[in-house]
């Protein structure tokens, strides 16, 4: 659609250009197209509609007129009866024109698109016509009224742009629902599908979406400006009027153009964000004008009487408005400890601070911001204790009402922020200045809450009445809340004022009668009792204030019932659950509503704990009750539980056993077991009468006085574990007891490790893993108890996960699962801390769990460690991956129900002790190294929690932005991790290296940020460490290069055949590629984003070590790696830049040449040509123009001669005299060859385009390059017979010339030729093509015809063109083309009166 457009513009600048241009009978068929065509229709319908309603209102009177009321309804004002005669404009400029666009799209696919069709309403309905308009009167319709529809009609349309379906939908989850391309209506909702999505087009609809915006604001703003300005109106009372609806519209327009510089700024846009910051800054200069400079203006009464004082309020309460939103946009939102987590904003669109505009903008920064926002605060203050604002003085005021009367423009000055500090900082001085004097006063007199103000003695500027006071009060008390940052200020000003209210003095009286003193009075005493009742007022210290002030106001009950519920819904706050489920909360001013509920549902609450507790105790110990952590209540549940013990056994399945009295050591086993002895299976021994296997005999007493104990087994049962070990056949007695020994084992061990897990010793905890340890590799075999099978398949989970996402390690990976499977109870213990156990913990669980984590772990690695020295040597690197496996299963499971708070502790403390625990380890291996890094893989993690749906609640959005950041705070570990292993561990310094290089490059997974950082790992830390770091850098780096080699190639048909049938479908709907480095189709597209982060990498490398750029180019330029050479040839001005910055261009480029093959020759030419590009605007230094001479001579083409290509990328910078020697060698080469050459000679020489330069002296050749207008001249003066080439390709060459217009144009060919017929007329004959070139151009441009006619066909009579044979018949033909051409007065026959007779 582009090339088309920009077609027929060329076509009417033609037209436009030739006065006597005719039309062409082919006018009248597209003529009739356009009124066919149903987008014309559909335009010109909408248009029509839209300057009816504008034509209304742009005639209306200003009044109410007759037509605005109707029988029974009531009269409209003038604002509501303009605002229903703009109605039509904004339904059409809003809903009907998108609604128009996708029904047009829908009903003529074959002919229109979406965005087309989009496009041109939006273009044609908005951007020209009621946008300007609307602007044009909201700034200088002559009345009132119009003016103030006008700038609502703004407000209006921004609101209905944002709705679903029109221009800025922000309603709409799916993309491609969202208006105005699609019908803005949720997916599922009436039957609708999203249907799919290009994510480029949607970056594409984004930018044009920000850019409406943006045209929206803009005007916005424009349009209350002019508004803002003093004088505006002769009359007072108008100009007051139009200054207050200006006000009201700024106030509307303040938020939403700060929250778009804050997306601007983030996405990195410094200029957009610029372009819309000076004009809001000019904005908010012209509204603190109106409120401040008045007087300095003499545009109000300087005298404090009523009248004066009156007529200005109105615009003074809109100011304060403005001003309290000013305050509440520049501040910070910054909240003390667990309150940040309880207020949550209400609703996001509706509010901006500082914290939301991001950092990084030279000009618009929150330091700049926040003075302003302080300063504010500061004059509001002073507004409320002094009920209006101090004098002052005229001098510091002069330079501000000068600047902002005369409307001068600062956008160019070097800060914008100058005006309005110069505005707000006096007025906030003025009233700091009395502040500060009546806090000396009061430390004087030693009551910190006195505060006396002299206010006999204070002269203001002027008053508040009651509406403008009233809104001052208002805007400090929400001021107080929204901003805590300001609560104790605004706390202690109201305060205050509450103590000293007005109607003390003489001044309070101007504007104030007695009915609105009491007003403001009881206003004041409710605000000080509403901020007492926050939590914020214990926290900041202020409630002694407010309860002093509420006290000598006589409402002391009041404050204190206040002060007893702010720290009520503090310590609630501060408290856990059980602290809230305990609190009383009682509002003794509601007791009487619900008495008999409230106690119906203590009664109830009442019931079912006594319930509970009777069947705790109906069950017994039998059901297994958790003995509590104090002894004494332990022993008081143990006798409690007494009288409910049954009194025998419950019955087994053999009963020929013998049973066990019940005494106290029965009580005892029971509690210690949590109920576990009374249903122990009577089949197993172990459990029964497992101790009879050893006897004990006591020896003799020894020195110590304590007899010798011995330890014996008995024989049989030594027997039958002799038989087993030793592989010999056992009897079924024998087996089975092999069997339960294995079982007795597996539950012995359980014991252990969950004593020593629960130990509160830390020495006892200890040695009791200590012993785990060891038996968990002593048992080989043994299956893991129930208690801690879960641990078991934890591990043997996270190792076939891990074989899944790791292929390179698959064989190690397997291994470990085998071993895994083999050894129970070694897997159980690696991952037995990193399970969920099912129970709350507290404090102190968080902060053990890394280090009990780390006792377990290492006592198993350092035990696999001592065992591989004699048995298996691969047993502990076995052990580390099962370890690591379970660290990275950990914390996926966490990264996958975020809401699970006990597996995200277990991540955590996992992730956090992971960095030590491998620095403790003995040794690591690469496949260890490679577990660690698919903690890196959170792409998908961080694009889940970054999308919020509209469904989702607050909590919901925290709790996903805790889980991102937890996250990538593991995964930023990992890379800790590689880089202490590279530092420290000679050995695996390259497997390290080998896994953050393959992070940073995108081969191994990971989110965008850890890409960054492991590149910047890479490049800023490691790389320069040393020089063995930095030779193990480029080895990955070259290693990584070499795997998007190998994916190029393996995937090279596959984009091939995309690419293909992509521009088959372009070149169906008449679509072309705008560079030839873009990507074709969505495969290629891909392909490139794989395999361009190992080339950026290699090439940031690669300027310090230029030496690498020899594999960047070979690999290049291997056969079917088409897409790497396209990703080298995409980031080449980048490696140009720098390495010429680092190394110089001309050494660069020498060392380059060096390095390259003749088959690199392509990309060798692609760097030179990016070296020249980069050198700003001026001229290639003839440094490089030798160098590049030097490389031409060095390589040679096929025939032995200089490749000329090597030159072309330094032409512009070589002598004209020179190039004049070059150009036959670039003649004769392709047509492609002779094209760039000739851009790039002429491409430093665009204003000389159409001349033909002479020397300034001529006795020294100094001009450099060659213009068009030259370029032409000298390719028709070439002797081709001189140079050898054919007649035939010289004259080729001048027509490939003329067909390239954009370049030689219509202009540059008539300067051509008039140069060479001037040097005819001078002596010189005219070239063999001169004529053949005047009947090109005759055919190709008719701008030019008029001007053959007239000058160049009489200058060449003149000349004698007769006497050349063939150029005299070059000359008629060119006459008898141009006699008859249907121009009106363009004609040859007056040069053909001139020949002679």
């Not at 987590?341 to 000009?363: Q, T, Y």
């Not at 109201?494 to 007003?519: E, W």
């Not at 590689?978 to 390290?992: C, I, P, T, W, Y």
């Not at 190029?1048 to 048909?1053: F, G, R, S, T």
Request: with cysteine.
């Amino acid at each position: 659609m582009m090339q088309i457009d920009e077609i027929d513009n060329i076509n009417q600048q033609i037209i436009d250009d030739d006065d006597n241009a005719a039309i062409i009978d082919s006018d009248a068929s597209d003529i009739d197209e356009e009124e066919a065509s149903p987008l014309l229709s559909a335009l010109d319908d909408l248009e029509s509609r839209v300057v009816t309603a504008l034509n209304e209102f742009k005639s209306h009177p200003g009044t109410v007129g007759s037509t605005a009321t109707s029988a029974g309804s009531v009269k409209q004002s003038i604002h509501q009866e303009l605002a229903s005669i703009l109605r039509p404009v904004v339904e059409v400029s809003a809903h009907t024109g998108p609604s128009t666009a996708r029904a047009l799209a829908s009903s003529y696919p074959q002919n229109y698109t979406i965005e087309m069709c989009v496009d041109e309403i939006y273009t044609r309905i908005n951007s020209e016509l009621i946008l300007p308009v609307i602007l044009e009167s909201a700034q200088s319709d002559t009345i009132p009224a119009k003016r103030s529809a006008s700038l609502a009609l703004f407000h209006t349309l921004h609101s209905e742009w944002c709705k679903a379906g029109s221009y800025l939908d922000g309603s709409t989850s799916a993309p491609s629902l969202a208006g105005p391309y699609g019908p803005g209506i949720s997916p599922g909702s009436g039957h609708v599908s999203a249907p799919p999505f290009n994510p480029a087009e949607g970056q594409r609809r984004n930018q044009i979406k920000s850019a409406r915006r943006a045209e929206l604001l803009r005007r916005w703003v424009q349009s209350a400006i002019p508004n803002l300005t003093p004088g505006t109106f002769t009359n007072a009372t108008l100009d007051a009027s139009a200054a207050g609806r200006g006000v009201l519209s700024a106030s509307a327009a303040l938020k939403p153009c700060l929250r778009y510089m804050a997306e601007r700024i983030g996405s990195a846009d410094d200029a957009g964000a610029l372009r819309l910051f000076l004009p809001v800054m000019r904005m908010i200069e012209g509204v603190l004008g109106r409120i401040f400079l008045e007087r300095t203006r003499g545009g109000e009464s300087t005298s404090m009487d009523k009248k004066g004082q009156v007529e200005g309020d109105a615009l003074r309460s809109s100011c304060i408005k403005f001003l309290e939103i000013v305050v509440l946009c520049f501040s910070k939102k910054e909240l003390p400890f667990q309150a940040a987590s309880r207020m949550k904003k209400d609703n996001v669109a509706n509010d901006f601070s500082l914290e939301d505009l991001p950092p990084g903008h030279p000009i618009i920064t929150r330091e700049s911001l926040e003075e302003i926002g302080d300063y504010a605060f500061s004059t509001l203050r002073g507004l409320v204790l002094l009920g209006g604002q101090a004098a002052i003085d005229p001098n510091l005021l002069l330079a501000a009402a000068a600047s902002s009367s005369s409307g001068s423009n600062f956008m160019g000055g070097s800060n914008p922020f100058t005006p309005i500090l110069d505005i707000l900082k006096p007025a906030a001085l003025a009233f700091l200045n009395f502040e500060t004097d009546a806090e000396k006063a009061e430390a004087a007199g030693g009551d910190k809450n006195a505060f006396t103000l002299d206010r006999a003695n204070i002269e203001l500027d002027f008053g508040l009445s009651q509406k403008s006071y009233s809104l001052s009060i208002n805007a400090i008390q929400m001021l107080a809340t929204k901003r805590p940052v300001y609560f104790k200020e605004s706390s202690v000003c109201l305060a205050r004022r509450a103590i000293d209210p007005p109607g003390t003095s003489d001044n309070d009286g101007v504007l104030l009668s007695k009915a609105a003193i009491t007003g403001i009075r009881t206003h004041l005493r409710s605000s000080c009792l509403t901020l007492l009742r926050h939590f914020l007022s214990v926290t900041s210290g202020s409630w002694e204030v407010l309860a002093d002030a509420l006290k000598q106001a006589g409402m002391e009950t009041q404050a204190d019932r206040a002060l007893k519920a702010s720290k009520q819904q503090l310590n609630l706050m501060k408290g856990g659950r059980a602290a809230r489920n305990r609190a009383a909360v009682f509002y003794e001013w509601d007791t009487s509503a619900d008495d008999s509920r409230a106690a119906k549902r203590q009664r109830d609450t009442d019931d079912a704990q006594a319930r509970v507790r009777a069947a705790k105790m109906a069950r017994g110990l039998g059901s297994g009750i958790q003995l509590p952590t104090s002894m004494v209540d332990a022993c008081e549940l143990v006798l409690l539980n007494l009288d409910n013990l049954p009194p025998k056994r419950p019955p087994v399945a053999s009963s020929k056993q013998r049973k066990q009295p019940i005494d106290l050591d029965f009580v005892v086993d029971a509690v210690v077991s949590n109920g576990a002895s009374l249903t122990m299976e009577e089949n197993h021994w172990y459990d029964r009468d497992g101790g009879d296997g050893w006897a004990i005999e006591e020896g003799e007493v020894g020195e110590d006085g304590r007899p010798v104990l011995t330890f014996k087994m008995n024989s049989s049962v030594l027997d039958a574990g002799m038989k087993i070990a030793q592989g010999e056949k056992v009897k079924d007695t024998e087996k089975a007891f092999a069997e339960q020994s294995k079982l007795a084992s597996s539950m012995a061990f359980s014991r252990v490790l969950m004593s020593s897990s629960n130990a509160r010793s830390s020495a006892v905890a200890d040695f009791g893993k200590q012993i785990a340890a060891r038996l968990a590799l002593t048992l080989e075999g043994v299956k893991a108890a129930s208690e801690i099978e879960r641990s078991h398949v934890m591990t043997v989970e996270a190792v076939e996960s891990s074989i899944k996402k790791n292929a390179e390690t698959e064989e190690e990976l397997a291994g470990a699962l085998e071993f895994a499977l083999e050894n129970p109870l070694v897997s159980s213990s690696l991952a037995y801390d990193l399970t969920p156990k099912g129970l709350s913990s507290d404090e102190n669980e968080v902060s053990n769990a890394a280090a009990s984590t780390s006792a377990l772990a290492m006592r198993i690695l350092n035990e696999a460690y001592v065992c591989s020295f004699n048995e298996d040597k691969a047993k502990y690197e076995k052990c580390l991956d099962l370890f690591v496996s379970s660290v990275v299963n950990a914390c996926d499971l966490s990264n996958q129900n975020p809401k699970d708070n006990e597996r995200k502790r277990i991540a955590n403390a996992a992730a956090s002790s992971l960095p030590h625990q491998l620095g403790a380890a003995p040794f690591l291996t690469p496949s260890s190294l490679n577990l660690v890094s698919s903690l890196c893989d959170i792409d998908e993690v961080v694009k889940k929690f970054s999308t919020k749906t509209p469904s989702q609640t607050i909590a919901e959005a925290a709790a996903a932005r805790t889980a991102k950041a937890a996250a990538e705070k593991r995964a930023t570990a990992a890379l800790l991790i590689l880089r202490d292993v590279a530092f420290q561990r000679d050995a695996l310094r390259g497997s390290a290296v080998d896994c953050a290089v393959a992070i940073a490059s995108g081969r191994l997974p990971a989110s965008a940020q850890i890409e960054d950082k492991a590149l910047k790992l890479v490049m800023n830390v490691i790389f320069p460490k040393n020089v063995d770091c930095a030779d193990k850098v480029i080895t990955s780096a070259a290693k990584e290069l070499e795997f998007a080699t190998r994916f190029a190639i393996e995937n090279h048909e596959k984009i091939k055949k995309a690419n293909e049938a992509s521009a088959r479908k372009k070149e169906k709907h008449g679509y072309s590629s705008k560079s030839a480095l873009a990507p074709q189709s969505d495969e290629e597209k891909q392909a490139l984003d794989r395999v361009r982060k190992p080339v950026v990498l290699v090439m940031a490398l690669a300027v310090r070590r230029p030496e690498i750029i020899k594999a960047i180019m070979e690999n290049g330029c291997r056969d079917g790696a088409d897409v790497l050479a396209k990703a080298i040839r995409t980031n080449m001005p980048k490696l140009a830049r720098a390495a010429a910055t680092k190394h110089g261009a001309a050494k660069i480029a020498v060392q380059v040449a060096d390095m390259a093959s003749k088959k690199e020759a392509p990309l060798l030419i692609c760097f030179l040509d990016n070296l020249v590009t980069a050198a700003d605007k001026s001229l290639p230094s003839q440094e490089l123009i030798d160098a590049c001479q030097e490389i031409q001579k060095a390589r040679l083409d096929a025939d032995g001669k200089p490749d000329i290509r090597y030159i072309m990328p330094v032409v512009s910078g070589i002598k004209r005299v020179e190039l004049l020697k070059e150009l036959p060698d670039f003649v004769k080469g392709s047509d492609e060859i002779l094209k760039t050459a000739l851009h790039r000679m002429s491409e430093r020489l665009g204003r000389y385009s159409m001349i033909f330069r002479d020397e300034p002296d001529p006795t020294e050749n100094t001009l450099r390059g060659m213009s068009s207008c030259e370029q032409m001249v000298y390719l028709h003066q070439l002797d081709f017979h001189a140079i050898g080439i054919p007649q035939k390709r010289y004259l080729d060459v001048i027509r490939v010339c003329l067909e390239d217009d954009e370049v030689f144009n219509d202009r540059v060919v008539q300067a051509a030729l008039d140069y060479i017929s001037g040097k005819f007329l001078e002596g010189e004959s005219l070239p063999l093509a001169y004529m053949r070139t005047i009947i090109l151009t005759c055919s190709k441009h008719e701008s030019l015809h008029s001007w053959i006619c007239h000058v160049l066909l009489p200058r060449l009579v003149e000349g004698q063109v007769h006497s050349d044979k063939r150029q005299w018949e070059g000359w008629m033909r060119c006459a008898k083309m141009l006699e008859n051409t249907g121009d009106q007065g363009i004609s040859s026959l007056e040069a053909i009166e001139k020949l002679p007779e």
